[in-house]
């Protein structure tokens, strides 16, 4: 059940009258290339803004067009948001893409000075600029798929979960895992913590804050845990490793993914969310003339989300590789609706 790099499908799309953002009168792509602002934790957190470069890099390599990507700054404040999407407008970039919820204020501000730039938000829905993508995803249809894989392979019916920041995204994550893994076993025993209140606190870049909490439910006794922590994602991982339990990823497929290498062999599998997919077809529309716009929303049924079965011990596994397939096909059937909160 690997999920490929496809097109999210799109709930709204659209384009100005006339000239289309990015291009010329011929149809032609005038910008500059793809821009990309990173979210909290930056490149390299082998996750969320990983997967968003995998999709920068596509795009970039595909369409033969340049490309800029824009680390953040500890404890930036919106302003420094939106002078970074700014630069990168009067750079000529197009579309500018900010990857994550933070960027809801600078995106909003900045797309109305640049009407005919496109641009694109991660895990925000809230802006109606015409110029705008508001791409997000259905987080707790892949987190189900992770809660019915941990029920379905602990060993002591106790699993735990660790979230990055305390905030309405993360519980999707939290709430779709938890009624995955109870569909298998009403009675597991499910252990929860987030790291911090805010982004700003480095709940999804802290790498040792996601360590102390997976020591301390696997100490409790849990013996698979499911993590949406960004970059301290990769402290779970690490403590999972340690203890010899399962871990599970998130955003990207973790058990590929280089850096993480030396744990792989622990890593069950991944809640994929396909944010690359996203980058490279809003990036595809604005050279193709036709800026995507609106929301564009990413589910199983369109591999916008899914559940990464890359570890050859996942796939030995055969009645929990048919739990988790046969829950993504009820979710797909609209046999299961999946709880958000």
């Excluded at 500059?32 to 997967?51: E, M, P, R, T």
């Excluded at 920068?56 to 390599?61: N, Y």
């Excluded at 029920?151 to 699993?159: F, G, Q, S, W």
């Excluded at 998130?250 to 993914?257: C, G």
């Amino acid at each position: 059940m690997t999920v490929a790099v496809v097109a999210v499908a799109a709930a709204g799309c659209g384009k100005s009258s006339g000239e289309s953002a990015g291009t010329t009168k011929d149809g032609k792509y005038a910008g500059k290339g793809i821009g990309l602002a990173y979210d909290v934790g930056g490149k390299g957190d082998q996750s969320f803004n990983d997967a968003a470069y995998s999709g920068f890099q596509k795009a970039e390599q595909e369409f033969k067009i340049g490309g800029r990507d824009i680390e953040p700054q500890d404890g930036e404040s919106d302003a420094d948001k939106v002078q970074r999407l700014e630069t990168l407008a009067k750079q000529g970039y197009n579309p500018i893409i900010g990857v994550g919820y933070s960027y809801a204020p600078a995106v909003k501000e900045v797309s109305v000075k640049y009407p005919k730039v496109s641009f694109g938000i991660i895990d925000d829905e809230t802006i109606k600029e015409k110029n705008v993508a508001d791409m997000v995803f259905h987080e707790e249809q892949s987190s189900y798929l992770a809660g019915v894989a941990a029920a379905m392979t602990t060993k002591k019916d106790h699993i735990g979960f660790v979230g990055g920041v305390d905030n309405p995204l993360i519980h999707k994550f939290e709430a779709g895992y938890v009624q995955g893994a109870q569909s298998v076993n009403p009675k597991i025993k499910i252990e929860k913590q987030y790291l911090t209140e805010t982004a700003a606190e480095g709940g999804f870049a802290s790498p040792d804050k996601g360590e102390n909490a997976a020591d301390g439910q696997i100490e409790a006794g849990a013996d698979v845990v499911y993590q949406a922590a960004g970059l301290s994602g990769q402290g779970v991982i690490k403590s999972a490793a340690g203890h010899k339990v399962w871990a599970i990823g998130v955003d990207s497929d973790q058990y590929a993914q280089g850096a993480l290498a030396q744990y792989k062999d622990y890593i069950l599998g991944s809640a994929l969310k396909n944010v690359g997919g996203a980058v490279y077809e809003l990036a595809k529309s604005v050279v193709d003339g036709k800026p995507l716009s609106g929301e564009v929303r990413g589910d199983l049924k369109s591999g916008g989300v899914g559940f990464a079965d890359t570890n050859p011990k996942y796939q030995a596994m055969k009645d929990v590789v048919a739990a988790v397939d046969k829950a993504k096909q009820d979710i797909i059937d609209g046999k299961i609706t999946v709880n958000t909160k």
